[in-house]
């Protein structure tokens, strides 16, 4: 599934090939996605011309020059693509937009979990969508000590609390994983028992490791790919996820050979992690 540093780095290849292009025509393959394409969709959308592109976590935002913005969520397996002319659309090629200048963005979804919306750009904070959300983990709102306060209580696993979207965005399954073992701190921990510093730790890993995704073009685990159809190579760089039985890079670099990388499951999902270094 495409996180946030995926989507990010969508966001980051199509800004400075599309922003102030003109959306000429539109073309809707099919009726629904996740949910219907909303009505009205081409009608807001061509001849209008895209002023930025902006991600709110792991959504796609296309500010268009009336007020709307396109929203568009790549799901499981979206991908979104910009093409030249003479490409012709392909199976699960569900939504184009053709520029003026000839070029095309393709939204593939496979899958078809993906979403797309249209919204007024002063109702986005208060749409459905967006209104529960925490905040972005690489802005200035994030910190150590916004962590520590949304952890405050807790009982859920850390690893699980910093899943939940309400908490901090864009922190999926895999990189929940890395910033816990780039912070040493044990996933299985009740998240309101962090101490201070390891909310600090923490806060500052789940940055590190985003960043060092998007600044390596996202991974490439399922079928994402960047917006200019590249294969990002991230998935390399993990030090603990789907490592399991792998010895700890930490361990191992400070002379300890035995410590091994182990596999949970916590809430259905995969877990990984080093016993001897996590606390
Ligand atoms: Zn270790």
Redesign the pocket.
């Known amino acids: 599934m495409p996180e946030l540093p995926e989507v990010e780095t969508v966001c980051r290849g199509l800004r400075p090939v599309v922003t102030g292009q003109v959306i000429a025509r539109v073309a809707v393959r099919r009726r629904d996605l996740r949910h219907p394409f909303p009505a009205g969709l081409k009608r807001h959308l061509e001849s209008r011309r895209m002023m930025s592109i902006t991600r709110r976590a792991k959504y796609i935002l296309i500010h268009l020059d009336n007020g709307y913005v396109l929203v568009i969520h790549l799901g499981m397996s979206g991908r979104l693509v910009l093409y030249p002319a003479s490409y012709k659309p392909k199976t699960h090629d569900h939504f184009i937009l053709y520029l003026a200048d000839g070029r095309q963005i393709v939204l593939n979804d496979a899958r078809r979990f993906g979403l797309v919306d249209l919204v007024a750009v002063d109702d986005l904070d208060s749409h459905g969508l967006f209104s529960h959300l925490g905040p972005e983990p690489l802005s200035r709102n994030f910190s150590g000590a916004v962590l520590g306060r949304a952890l405050a209580g807790r009982t859920a696993a850390i690893k699980q609390a910093i899943m939940d979207q309400r908490l901090v965005v864009g922190v999926g399954n895999i990189y929940a994983s890395e910033a816990l073992f780039q912070a040493g701190i044990d996933p299985q921990i009740p998240a309101g028992m962090l101490r201070p510093a390891q909310c600090a730790a923490l806060a500052g890993s789940i940055k590190k490791v985003l960043q060092q995704a998007i600044k390596a073009g996202g991974s490439t685990l399922r079928d994402h790919r960047q917006a200019t159809g590249e294969q990002g190579y991230f998935q390399h760089h993990f030090m603990v996820y789907d490592r399991a039985g792998a010895p700890?890079p930490?361990?191992s670099s400070g002379g300890c050979e035995q410590?091994r990388i182990v596999r949970i499951i916590q809430g259905g999902r995969a877990s990984f992690y080093?016993p001897?270094?996590?606390k």
Do not use: P
């Open positions: 700890c930490r361990c410590a080093c001897a270094c996590q």
